[in-house]
Structure formats: C-alpha cells, structure tokens
T-cell receptor, first 112, second 112 residues
C-alpha cells in the first residue's frame, strides 16, 4: 500500500461547481496534512494545511480530515477555470524521518 | 526576498556525464530538500538536510549526492548520469519538518 494515495484523475467539473479531491494515508500517527497546488510546468505551492479532525475553511477552499478513516479531502467551491491544476496531498511519514510524503496528485479540470 | 532559487532551469546531459544542480534560499530555513518529479507523478524525496553539515537520504537517493556547508546552499550532485535520471528536480526549504515548504522553480534535466 502506498503511504499517500490519490486518484490521478483527471477530475472534470463545470465552472461554478464543487470539486472534491480525496487523499488516503497509511501512517496512523500522522498529525499534519498539506494540500499543494501545482500548475502545469510550475512548482507546487501550499494552499491548505490541517491538523485537527473536522473541517478547516479558507475562502473557497475547505479541508476535511478524518483520522479514524485515514483520509483527508479538499473541497473547492465555485470552481473557476483558474483552479485547473494538479493538487498534491502531503503527509509527514515516520518512514521518511517525518519528512513529507507526497501523493501522486489529482489533476483537476474546470470547464467554462 | 528571492525565496528559493535554482540553477540551471534546463540542462541536457549525455550518459555518464556529471553535474551539480544549485539551490539557495534566503529565508534562514534550517530544513532543505531535493525532490524529483517524473511526468504525471508526485514528488519523490531524494535527500534532505536539517541544518548545515547534516544531510540524510530520502526515498530515492541512488545516483545522487548532496552537501550542506552553509544554511543557504544545498547543491545536488549527479554522478554518471543515466537516462533514468531524466526528470524535473525541485529544491525546497522549510522552517521545520512540520511547516510549509517553499519550492524553487525547478530544473528540467534530460539525459540522453
């Protein structure tokens, strides 16, 4: 089992819809969870992080964490074409000296 | 602040050649990282450093070497380049292993 798993997509949603991106992780001891956005040909940039169970909202973005089920989600409300990118989930792993382990990313396409 | 800088942006190497990818940061971060990203894939950690003089292997260290003589610089050395090392290389830095990582613009390397 991979340490951090994401559906590679592409996930296609119409403009204005809610995009839901999911990530599962294997290390039950993980305490922090990060979502990075990466535009094609660019470097990743942090958009959200979450430490506690439940929801964390920042503008149009909501991160949801369920430690019991070992998954973290990212919801993007009112999706815009400019949200089209690859979204990477990252979790610190004890198998990597508590360094971040990245999932393979989910490619999101928002169609006008 | 320039953030994290990388040179060169692009490089083509012949099989068996060697080169050094340069990375520098001006945020006084202790933690620095080297990742590689193959097409359509997530980030794989090559090496990381928790401070000047301290480095450790990540998930895919074979064929690479690093050094960290100063807080600012973290060069990655490729010895005897192989086609399997064709990838995009990202350098990143962070205040701690739990905090946001800031990425450089990347180096696109082709080995033929």
């Amino acid at each position: 089992q991979k340490e951090v798993e994401q559906n590679s997509g592409p996930l296609s949603v119409p403009e204005g819809a809610i995009a839901s991106l999911n990530c599962t992780y294997s290390d039950r001891g993980s305490q922090s969870f990060f979502w990075y956005r990466q535009y094609s040909g660019k470097s990743p940039e942090l958009i959200m992080f979450i430490y506690s169970n439940g929801d964390k909202e920042d503008g149009r973005f909501t991160a949801q964490l369920n430690k019991a089920s070992q998954y973290v989600s990212l919801l993007i409300r009112d999706s815009q074409p400019s949200d089209s990118a690859t979204y990477l989930c990252a979790v610190p792993s004890i198998h990597a000296g508590n360094m971040l382990t990245f999932g393979g990313g989910t490619r999101l396409m928002v169609k006008p | 602040n320039a953030g994290v800088t990388q040179t060169p942006k692009f490089r083509i190497l012949k099989i068996g050649q060697s080169m050094t990818l340069q990375c520098a940061q001006d945020m006084n971060h202790n933690y620095m990282y080297w990742y590689r990203q193959d097409p359509g894939m997530g980030l794989k950690l090559i090496y990381y450093s928790v401070g000047a003089g301290i480095t450790d292997k990540g998930e895919v260290p074979n064929g690479y070497n690093v050094s960290r003589s100063t807080t600012e610089d973290f060069p990655l050395r490729l010895e005897l380049a192989a086609p399997s090392q064709t990838s995009v290389y990202f350098c990143a830095s962070s205040y701690s292993s739990w905090s946001e990582q800031y990425f450089g613009p990347g180096t696109r390397l082709t080995v033929t």
